[in-house]
């Protein structure tokens, strides 16, 4: 054990004596540890929604299309589709007919977006925590049925096998007003995705949306599920600007980059704002040691008359500040570490004993609160906090250098 480790623990235990400077090391540790342990749950929460909408949100929407400019439709899509799978960047595609239009049922209306699949290439593997097994099958045996958001479901009072009438806007070329083309579909089941998609999206077999939407070529568009979802501006502004025939491009950043938009703001928020906390309670060990250095003058002057070099004098201080930065970054790594992984099923027990609900499904797209530890995130808040106590230990340190043998003596 080096001698200015034992000084360190020496003085620090001696420091006990005065009261208050016990309080501000006390406070001190206590700020570190709970500022390192916020700012891990909090993160691992960003990671959990990250997650989730990674998982749900982008299971369901595509990560990119290409919708037609005419009518009339993508021509020749099954050759485009074989043509563009052999790109590394796609992960599948698969065509699509999306129809806007009001849902009415016993008088009432409602808007819907209805999507027409291609049933021989969708699976339910994809759609397992959306659809549940029974309502694909029926679904998937009946041309003329739908899926329904839970949502717009609940709304209109709709159950599985009832009769619906969607009316869908007939355009027209001179813009003259035309009355609205009716459509009748039966309900098949529920589809599930959270938050508002489930107050108007639906799905439907593509060929009768094909048919009853007019477009000749089967299909309107392509759906693009990528192999990363992050790189879908790039990817689909390349695949876009190649294509055979004039179309729009979209990408999932487009209807629903708010959500992970929001993610990454109160991320950095979050980031910042519990940093500075964690600095304010480093502040405390620099009150701490400035105190300290003061009281200890008789001390360091008799170690400089020793021979002590100033070296040592200083190491042996910001030891002393370090000791209580390195407890209360272990203490609050550890308390996190324990706690960020099993977060959803803590909230979950005590909004059962308490029976109020954090996260309501009718708003956000989840109904429970999401953690997802990363170590890269320990590390870096780990990092970020030894630094900013180094740091804090310095000046003191300095101080107790520049302590004057002869002076302190003669006190």
């Known amino acids: 054990m080096s001698l200015a480790w034992q000084l360190a623990s020496r003085f620090r235990r001696a420091k006990q004596t005065n009261g208050y400077i016990s309080f501000i090391s006390f406070s001190s540790t206590l700020g570190i540890g709970l500022g390192c342990f916020v700012l891990i749950v909090l993160l691992s929460i960003m990671n959990g929604f990250e997650r989730e909408l990674l998982n749900r949100i982008l299971a369901v929407i595509p990560h990119g299309e290409l919708y037609s400019v005419n009518s009339e439709g993508i021509r020749d899509w099954k050759s485009e589709i074989a043509l563009l799978e052999q790109d590394d960047r796609v992960e599948s595609i698969e065509p699509y007919t999306r129809i806007t239009g009001m849902l009415q049922h016993k008088g009432n209306l409602r808007a819907v977006e209805l999507t027409g699949l291609d049933m021989s290439r969708a699976s339910h593997d994809r759609w397992l925590n959306q659809v549940s097994a029974e309502d694909w099958q029926q679904f998937k045996a009946d041309e003329d049925s739908v899926l329904i958001g839970q949502g717009l479901m609940d709304k209109l009072e709709l159950e599985a096998g009832d009769r619906i009438s969607v009316l869908i806007p007939t355009a027209t070329e001179d813009l ?27 799905m439907m077999h593509l060929a009768t949306a094909s048919t009853e939407s ?12 990528l192999k990363d979802p992050y790189s879908a501006y790039e990817t689909m502004r390349d695949i876009g ?3 055979d025939q004039p179309v729009y491009i979209s990408y999932w950043m487009r209807t629903q980059g708010h959500l992970y938009n929001d993610i990454q703001l109160v991320r950095v928020v979050v980031m910042i704002a519990l940093t500075l906390v964690i600095a304010v309670a480093c502040f405390n060990i620099v009150s701490t040691l400035v105190m300290s250095v ?20 200083r190491r042996t201080f910001m030891m002393q500040g370090m000791i209580n930065g390195v407890i209360g970054i272990v203490c609050g790594t550890v308390a996190a570490v324990v706690i960020a992984p099993n977060l959803s099923a803590i909230v979950a027990t005590i909004e059962s004993w308490t029976g ?3 996260l309501s499904g009718d708003i956000y797209f989840i109904d429970f609160l999401p953690s997802e530890l990363q170590w890269t995130d320990v590390i870096l808040t780990v990092v970020v906090a030894f630094t900013l106590c180094l740091l804090a230990t310095w000046y003191p340190a300095r101080r107790a250098v520049n302590v004057d043998p002869a002076q302190a003596l003669n006190r």
């Open 214 to 225: 007019g477009v000749t070529t089967g299909a309107q568009g392509l759906r693009f599920m």
């Open 241 to 243: 600007y190649n294509f």
């Open 294 to 313: 003061r009281e200890k003058q008789g001390a360091i002057a008799i170690l400089r008359t020793m021979g002590a070099p100033d070296s040592l004098i």
């Open 356 to 358: 109020i609900t954090l």
């Open 176 to 202: 003259s007003f035309k009355a609205p083309h009716l459509m009748h579909l039966t309900v098949a089941g529920r589809l599930k995705v959270g938050g508002e998609m489930d107050n108007y999206l639906a």
